[in-house]
């Protein structure tokens, strides 16, 4: 049977752009926002203690007796701070974070708010009405980069377009904070100014609606407006965590509400959108857009512990779906002979399908600090199965392992860039090709003249100075720009991959009986052939310079790199460094 969640995220994708959430309390209070009637609550308190008493029990009872009337948030903020400013001085603390907040995660957008700032920027909400007075769906959307129009009191509803015309509306039907007009106690929520609810009379007749984290015990104004709108032509969801009380029933009965149990509001947004964008990706017969694919990574790791599970099934979703593109006919390793036509159409087949887990990569591998998901997305990549046709193309044979490649560098270089080298480690010698009668640590199995020979670069990329280190160099550059702005920066960094990667292939290689030193020579061996790149500025020399000075607890040594032994990888080092001299001087430059 098919769940309720899941009817919402079909119903959310086949009316797109035509669906309004509804958030309460519920949903900033997980941020540690206190409820409007909470603030008013410890005013009350200050206020008591302002006049030299000390308030035990509710600090309601307690203004009622001193002033014989109930507590207006208003006028008991008022009390303790006369101007606008000293008003919202004494607010601030509530709603804005202070360094130990901000480590903690508190006062700050939820894994719920970022949610729901992506499935507005997929363009599947138009509406977000909140009663509460944070600004924490502004901060998710202004993250997200999205636009959008602000609606806090009844005179900005008479200036706005009409709902038909505005593609992303935020409503505070109970003001923001710094306003002092805010709605709080049970006189002020019963009911609306006119221009403020035939807005939401519209918006609730003519979308879907979804609400979370709302009792509906003290909006009676909002359940006023709710249930009139008993021609509703859209579903409306109603997420609970537990029984809902009978006020929210009656809502429920009214505008005849599915009710969606959830753990929380975090886990509830997160899921629906992986399901909604699962959907889009597979109506439109895509993978996750790149840049929509860089926001789940980056959610997911802020969210720490409660989202890792998330974070390694969407990466694996990912790998999964790239290491069955590449067993597609379209990659067959034994025809059609070799042609520069046959070349690019397989190298932009690869282009097409790796965008996205190479920016889950590069974004990833930069922000978090663990080796996994990245690691096993990597093995899966590399790890296509056989040919099992008696003869192959090598040229095809290496292409497939092309976007293993791009992983690796996009993984590799964003590990050095975070100074990660127990991951940068992990990624070139933990990870595997698995053969019958081989297993190949990665930083030998994608060797780059492997993925791409000299013989096909020279004759499809047009040759010159490392043409397959040039082409990554290009491709990649793309997918770091929000992590590596600085293009100077994006190249230190990609030398000092390709650099250490090509030790590594010589150490590898030093160790294996049959086998000669080889490394890979990329653009960094070239780096000063017009003359414009500055001899110390050439990686090698900067390593030299690490290795003097760190001797043993040079970070890749402390990673475990080179068995962790200073004279070897000095060994190492000469062999690959005597090399590069021996092609430079076949250039005629040393």
């Not at 130990?100 to 920027?121: N, V």
């Not at 040229?395 to 293993?404: D, K, N, S």
Request: glycine share 8%.
């Amino acid at each position: 049977m098919i769940s309720a969640l899941d009817r919402l995220a079909f119903s959310m994708r086949a009316t797109k752009g035509l669906y309004a959430v509804l958030l309460g309390s519920g949903v900033s209070s997980a941020a540690g926002i206190p409820t409007g009637w909470g603030i008013t609550q410890d005013l009350i308190r200050q206020l008591a203690h302002v006049q030299g008493e000390h308030v035990t029990g509710d600090p309601v009872d307690w203004y009622t007796r001193e002033f014989g009337i109930a507590p207006d948030y208003s006028k008991v903020l008022e009390s303790l701070a006369g101007s606008q400013v000293d008003r919202q001085r004494v607010l601030r603390h509530y709603f804005e974070p202070n360094d130990e907040d901000r480590a903690l995660g508190r006062k700050m957008p939820t894994e719920a708010h970022r949610a729901i700032a992506s499935l507005a920027s997929m363009e599947h909400i138009r509406v977000i009405v909140t009663l509460n007075f944070d600004r924490l769906v502004e901060q998710a959307l202004d993250e997200a980069g999205m636009r959008y129009t602000l609606i806090s009191t009844p005179d900005q509803v008479a200036g706005m377009l009409p709902l038909v015309h505005q593609n992303l509306i935020v409503v505070k039907v109970n003001g923001d904070y710094l306003d002092t007009r805010i709605r709080n106690t049970e006189s002020e929520l019963t009911g609306y100014e006119e221009p403020l609810e035939k807005l939401l009379e519209s918006v609730f007749a003519n979308l879907g609606l979804l609400i979370c984290g709302w009792s509906a015990d003290w909006d009676t104004g909002l359940r006023t407006v709710l249930e009139r709108s008993v021609t509703r032509r859209l579903p409306s969801y109603w997420t609970i965590r537990e029984q809902p009380g009978a006020l929210a029933k009656q809502v429920i009965k009214s505008i005849g509400a599915v009710e969606v149990k959830i753990a929380d509001a975090n886990g509830f947004f997160s899921e629906l959108a992986e399901k909604v964008l699962a959907l889009d990706a597979y109506e439109s017969h895509q993978t996750t857009s790149p840049e929509l694919a860089a926001a789940l990574v980056k959610r997911f790791i802020e969210g720490g512990p409660a989202t890792k599970i998330r974070l390694h099934d969407f990466i694996m979703r990912e790998s999964d779906a790239l290491h069955e593109s590449l067993q597609d006919p379209g990659f067959d390793v034994s025809n059609p002979s070799p042609s520069p036509t046959e070349f690019h159409r397989r190298l932009q087949a690869c282009e097409q399908l790796t965008p996205p887990l190479v920016r889950c990569f590069a974004t990833g591998c930069y922000w978090h600090s663990s080796e996994e998901p990245w690691c096993t997305a990597l093995q899966r990549v590399l790890n296509v199965p056989e040919n099992r046709a008696r003869y192959s193309y090598q040229v095809w044979a290496g292409l497939t392992l092309l976007p293993a490649l791009l992983a690796l560098y996009a993984g590799g270089i964003a590990s050095l860039a975070s100074e990660n080298y127990a991951r940068f480690s992990a990624l070139l010698t933990k990870v595997r090709l698995i053969r019958p009668a081989a297993d190949i640590p990665a930083a030998v199995a994608l060797y780059q003249g492997d993925v791409i020979g000299a013989s096909a670069a020279k004759d499809y990329l047009g040759g010159g100075h490392a043409p397959v280190s040039n082409l990554l160099f290009d491709r990649l550059r793309g997918p770091f720009r929000d992590v590596i702005s600085s293009d100077e920066v994006y190249q230190r960094y990609f030398d000092r991959f390709e650099y250490l990667l090509a030790l590594v292939q010589v150490d590898i290689r030093n160790n294996e009986a049959d086998s000669g030193p080889f490394g890979f020579s990329g653009l960094f061996a070239y780096r000063d052939l017009d003359g414009d790149w500055p001899a110390r500025r050439l990686v090698w020399r900067q390593v030299d310079e690490e290795i003097g000075v760190h001797k043993l607890s040079w970070p890749p040594l402390a990673a475990g790199l080179f068995g962790g032994e200073l004279n070897r990888l000095i060994r190492v080092k000469k062999v690959f460094d005597e090399s590069i001299g021996r092609i430079r001087l076949q250039e005629g430059w040393g």
